[in-house]
């Protein structure tokens, strides 16, 4: 048997004692170390993210006026160059939470205040319904662990809830842009006694609801006279998954919450008083006296049918002008050929009178002394336009002949000057009920004139817009074509401040505002448009015009048959003033029983050469057709561009958790 020296065993033992404890400490030590290093590494969810969320803390101390000091701590790893985070804090939305088995909902909204925030520079600005918060410098550029602090406070207005108060706040943003690690919630009540027992921290993705996500530990101090309520996840949230704070308490728990109802009872009192004084104005500026028709056989002396085309209905529209190639004919200057069936040549046979009015003078002298209807011509047409501006301008420069009082003319321009403040007042409005009080950090009156400009921006556009075209539309009251005619006008405005009004209102949340807002600038649109009261001229002539007119329409045959005996040129005197208003067909139906011999100035194509009033009416339809053609535009040969498209582009936003039944909040973030 070999000798083994006791050296020898001593060395040996120790060496493999020595051995044995060494990979004892290798692997002790060895597999947390792998296990941390599995654990610390990104997820693809946080390689998609360029980012890793190590811990997300929220601390929400509640006031007894539902005002919350909400403070988020957020450590990040940058995987990619980034320059920071930015928080999007929704600040309206829907509550939706259960009460029982009912299924509560409720318009939510807040102001957020007195933003701060460590780990970089930061702005805030609104967009889409929410605050943003962007914390970093353009122009710098992060790698790695980074830590952030945003602390503000978050204003609730009153839940409108009369048998309880509720707190129910988004705490995690369910739009995160990467998972996060590790979440702690930390909710400070007032009151040590408040009852928590029924208080839920829930999480999940929008529209799911999970419970049991956290531990949570409830603490009462006495000495603050607060319950502490802190949750920690037991386990890494995935992206999309946020945490909401629920909880139901006593009415009267929170006193003094923030309202809107003294601001929007004050915008109800402007809206209606600016209507009120449009009305006031109509009444003791505006309101024409009652017309007096007397029956008139014949229009009233020194009129043609051009000035009776106009004063009818205060505007001066294609048809009253070309009526005047029939008043002209009818007093033996003009002639009238209809060469083949369509086809008409107008002959001039003498001059104007010197009395003649200047608009008469642009038509006549529109053309030679021969003209063939029919072909489009860009000169016509613009003596056309012409003529328009000098038959209103006629009246408009005699003092004796103004068809409506200055007084009323003044009012309606002050109706469509009050008209623009709607607008405004809805604008205000919104801007100091929904928008956030702190801008860029700063709060005071320099943040709220930073949101006043955000949102007064496009409302004293609007409301420029308005006048503008409102002004243009009282200087252009009477002209018809060739531009914005009156009633045109009147109707696009309307359709703008509806739009702008009742749109604006509905972003911002307030519909009902807007509705309002819409409802008072019509109004004051509408007396403007009303309130020009005839002169008295103007109310004389006009009654005798429709008496006349009046009497074309209801006279009987046989009165007209003694009318026809006793001056034979009757019924081509009258068949101008006919034709403007529209009752040629009548008044040619109550001769057709009468031998009317064709008038010397009219030669026209008839159905088996036989003449009576009806083909003649034929005729001047046919003549007025092709006089048409020749006083309109020649259409532009060039080519068209093709439009771009325009219209509008809304990025949008959602409110809600979505979890726990829904809820105001959500909001999301991530690296920038």
């Given at each position: 048997m070999k000798q083994v020296s006791l050296d020898t065993y001593n060395f040996s033992t120790q060496r493999t004692f020595a051995l044995a404890i060494l990979c004892v400490l290798l692997f002790v030590f060895a597999f947390p170390i792998g296990v941390l290093a599995r654990e610390s590494s990104p997820t693809q969810e946080e390689v998609r993210a360029g980012m890793v969320t190590e811990n997300y803390k929220v601390t929400a101390y509640v006031n007894h006026d539902n005002s919350i000091r909400i403070t988020e701590s957020i450590g990040v790893n940058f995987l990619e160059s980034s320059r920071g985070i930015m928080r999007n804090i929704p600040v309206s939305g829907k509550v939706i939470y259960y009460d029982g088995d009912d299924r509560v909902e409720m318009d939510a909204r807040m102001k957020v205040e007195d933003?701060?925030?460590?780990?970089?520079?930061?702005?805030?600005?609104?967009?889409?319904?929410?605050?943003?918060?962007?914390?970093?410098?353009?122009?710098?550029?992060?790698?790695?662990p980074m830590q952030y602090e945003i602390s503000y406070t978050a204003r609730m207005y009153d839940d409108g809830i009369k048998d309880y108060d509720i707190?129910?706040?988004?705490?995690?943003?369910?739009?995160?842009?990467?998972?996060?690690?590790?979440?702690?919630?930390?909710?400070?009540?007032?009151?040590?006694?408040?009852?928590?027992?029924?208080?839920?921290?829930?999480?999940?993705?929008?529209?799911?609801?999970?419970?049991?996500?956290?531990?949570?530990v409830t603490q009462a101090d006495k000495t603050s006279d607060r319950v502490v309520l802190t949750a920690t996840s037991k386990a890494p949230l995935t992206k999309g998954s946020g945490a909401t704070f629920l909880l139901r308490v006593p009415e009267g728990y929170f006193t003094g919450e923030v309202s809107d109802t003294l601001l929007f009872v004050v915008m109800a009192i402007l809206l209606i008083l600016v209507p009120l004084i449009c009305?006031?104005?109509?009444?003791?500026?505006?309101?024409?006296?009652?017309?007096?028709?007397?029956?008139?056989?014949?229009?009233?002396?020194?009129?043609?049918?051009?000035?009776?085309?106009?004063?009818?209905?205060?505007?001066?529209?294609?048809?009253?002008?070309?009526?005047?190639?029939?008043?002209?004919?009818?007093k033996g200057i003009?002639?009238?050929?209809?060469?083949?069936?369509?086809?008409?040549?107008?002959?001039?046979?003498?001059?104007?009178?010197?009395?003649?009015?200047?608009?008469?003078?642009?038509?006549?002298n529109s053309f030679g002394s021969e003209l063939e209807l029919g072909k489009p011509s860009a000169g016509l047409a613009s003596a056309l336009t012409s003529a328009k501006k000098a038959l209103v301008d006629d009246y408009?420069?005699?003092?004796?002949?103004?068809?409506?009082?200055?007084?009323?003319?003044?009012?309606?321009?002050?109706?469509?000057?009050?008209a623009t403040c709607p607008i405004f007042v809805l604008f205000i409005c919104l801007t100091l009920a929904g928008s956030p009080v702190s801008i860029g950090g700063v709060s005071g009156a320099g943040a709220l004139a930073s949101s006043l400009a955000q949102i007064l921006g496009p409302g004293a556009f609007f409301a420029v817009w308005i006048f503008v075209i409102g002004g243009r539309i009282l200087l252009r009251v009477g002209v018809s074509g060739g531009g914005i005619g009156a009633r045109g006008g009147v109707i696009l405005l309307l359709i703008f401040i509806v739009l702008v009004c009742v749109i604006g209102g509905a972003i911002q949340g307030y519909p009902l505002a807007g509705l309002g807002a819409a409802a008072s600038g019509v109004i004051a649109i509408v007396l403007g448009v009303i309130a020009r009261k005839r002169t008295d001229y103007y109310n004389g002539i006009l009654g005798r015009i429709f008496g006349f007119k009046n009497f074309i329409d209801t006279a009987e045959v046989n009165r007209m048959e003694r009318l026809f005996e006793q001056d034979p040129g009757y019924y081509y005197g009258i068949l101008p003033f006919a034709w403007v208003f529209g009752l040629s067909?009548?008044?040619?139906?109550?001769?057709?029983?009468?031998a009317i011999a064709p008038p010397t100035w009219y030669y026209g194509y008839y159905e088996g050469n036989s003449f009576n009033t009806y083909w003649m009416m034929r005729s001047l339809g046919r003549m007025h057709t092709a006089t048409i053609r020749s006083f309109t535009p020649p259409a532009s040969s060039g080519g068209g561009g093709s439009g771009g498209g325009g219209g509008f582009s809304s990025g949008g936003s959602s409110f809600g958790g979505g979890f726990s039944g829904g809820g105001f909040g959500g909001g999301g973030g991530g690296r920038w």
């Open positions: 933003v701060t925030v460590t780990g970089g520079p930061f702005t805030t600005y609104k967009e889409n319904g929410e605050l943003v918060i962007r914390v970093g410098d353009p122009d710098v550029y992060l790698d790695g707190v129910y706040l988004n705490m995690l943003p369910t739009g995160w842009a990467s998972p996060i690690r590790q979440a702690t919630l930390t909710v400070s009540l007032p009151g040590a006694d408040t009852d928590v027992s029924a208080a839920e921290f829930i999480s999940g993705q929008y529209g799911y609801a999970q419970a049991g996500e956290y531990d949570v009305l006031i104005l109509w009444f003791s500026e505006g309101r024409d006296k009652p017309l007096v028709k007397p029956v008139e056989f014949y229009p009233p002396d020194g009129l043609s049918s051009g000035d009776i085309g106009y004063l009818v209905d205060g505007r001066v529209e294609q048809r009253d002008l070309l009526s005047m190639f029939l008043w002209w004919a009818s003009l002639s009238i050929t209809e060469t083949s069936k369509g086809k008409f040549t107008i002959r001039k046979l003498g001059n104007l009178p010197a009395n003649a009015k200047s608009f008469e003078r642009v038509l006549w408009k420069q005699d003092v004796r002949r103004m068809l409506y009082t200055k007084r009323s003319v003044v009012a309606g321009r002050v109706c469509f000057a009050l067909d009548l008044w040619a139906r109550k001769f057709e029983r009468m």
